[in-house]
């Protein structure tokens, strides 16, 4: 079946510091990637996403490739800010499949001035 | 637009007791689900629906009940609450825009059953 696996946090960076958050996904297909946001205490935001192979979302300084070769949507970011500290979620949905989402387990980071 | 709006915002509940938790959207979306969060599990799908009258089962279905009278509210039950439903619970919306859905998360309800 369909499944999202990321990198086990959590992780403390230095402000400044390079991010990068592993994602690796099962599917058929051809799924939609997506990175989602959680600040502490809120739901979760859309980060940024992809809809197919090679295509490169981005948003607030956060970057990530949608690699079918590899099926990996890793995230990353070139300069944290400690604004950027929250929990992170992959997650994955095939087109037509409604309400069909898949998870990761979440991503905590914690940015350090 | 308010989005996607839930209540309440915490509730404690005791054993066998039932409740609903509230959800509403104003952006016409036909889709709307229900998760819970917990710790290490990322989210998991409880129950979700397409369009008004047709609702469906997700992961995480038991002892949880759903029904979708209009595009609006999809309000989840509990109908007799037990410890292990102590939870997050999110509910999201999309809109069905040629596969390319993107969910829209209310603010959350925690729940604590004792």
């Known amino acids: 079946g369909d499944s999202v696996t990321q990198m086990e946090g959590p992780v403390t960076l230095s402000e400044e510091a390079f991010l990068t958050i592993n994602c690796t996904y099962t599917?058929?297909?051809?799924?939609?990637l997506f990175w989602y946001v959680q600040y502490p205490g809120e739901g979760l935001q859309l980060l940024l996403k992809?809809?197919?192979?090679?295509d490169k979302g981005s948003n607030k300084g956060f970057e990530a490739t949608y690699r079918k070769e590899t099926t990996s949507f890793h995230l990353e970011k070139g300069s944290v800010q400690v604004s950027d500290s929250a929990v992170y979620f992959c997650?994955?949905?095939?087109?037509?499949?409604?309400?069909?989402?898949?998870f990761g387990t979440g991503t905590s980071l914690t940015v350090i001035p | 637009n308010a989005g996607v709006t839930q209540t309440p915002k915490f509730q404690v509940l005791k054993t066998g007791q039932s409740m609903t938790l509230q959800c509403a959207q104003d952006?016409?979306?036909?889709?709307m689900s229900w998760y819970r969060q917990d710790p290490g599990m990322g989210l998991r799908l409880i129950h979700y629906?397409?369009?008004?009258?047709?609702?469906d089962q997700g992961e995480v279905p038991n002892g949880y009940n759903v029904s979708r009278s209009t595009t609006e509210d999809f309000p989840l039950r509990l109908l007799s609450a037990a410890p292990s439903q102590t939870s997050v619970y999110f509910c999201?919306?999309?809109?069905?825009?040629?596969?390319?859905?993107?969910?829209?998360f209310g603010p959350g309800t925690r729940l604590l059953v004792l």
């Open positions: 992809a809809t197919k192979a090679d």
């Open positions: 999201a919306s999309s809109s069905r825009t040629g596969g390319e859905e993107t969910q829209y």
């Open positions: 952006m016409n979306h036909e889709y």
């Open positions: 629906s397409v369009g008004a009258g047709i609702t």
């Open positions: 599917a058929t297909g051809y799924p939609s």
């Open positions: 997650a994955l949905t095939r087109p037509y499949t409604g309400n069909q989402f898949y």
